[in-house]
């Protein structure tokens, strides 16, 4: 069983930024897509970012997007989000997903279609 593991988690006030980090702790895990989601207390678990391992192809929420960016780095691998301009609605606990085969459906966009999850970070911000 493949555990990811997410760091960078923290406190920061609006307008500022913060990069996250999702590793896969198996040298051998080969992803066809890696994702960050998240969960605002009350709230559903979220899409925020997704990219292909081989590609690098990338898709984001409406919410995220031309903020947040996503990216990775094969030969660690591993997968970051970097945040910018960080609202207060932006808060959750964000989690890192995997997926080894091959997903088109909904743009693979759906928690349900993520076998390999992180135990999350914190992300909190001020206002």
């Known amino acids: 069983q493949v555990q990811l593991v997410e760091s960078g988690g923290g406190l920061v006030q609006a307008g500022g930024s913060l990069r996250l980090s999702c590793a896969a702790p198996?040298?051998?895990?080969?992803?066809?897509?890696m994702a960050w989601f998240r969960q605002a207390p009350g709230k559903e678990r979220e899409f925020v970012a997704t990219?292909?391992?081989?590609?690098?192809?990338?898709m984001y929420s409406d919410s995220v997007k031309g903020r947040f960016t996503i990216s990775r780095d094969i030969a660690k691998i591993t997968v970051d989000l970097q945040m910018n301009s960080l609202k207060p609605e932006d808060t959750a606990v964000y989690y890192c997903?995997?997926?080894?085969?091959?997903?088109?459906?909904?743009?693979?966009?759906?928690?349900?279609?993520?076998?390999?999850w992180g135990q999350g970070t914190q992300v909190t911000v001020s206002s």
């Open positions: 990219i292909t391992w081989s590609g690098g192809s990338t």
């Open positions: 997903g995997a997926r080894s085969d091959y997903c088109a459906a909904y743009g693979c966009r759906l928690k349900s279609q993520y076998a390999y």
């Open positions: 198996s040298r051998t895990f080969r992803p066809y897509i």
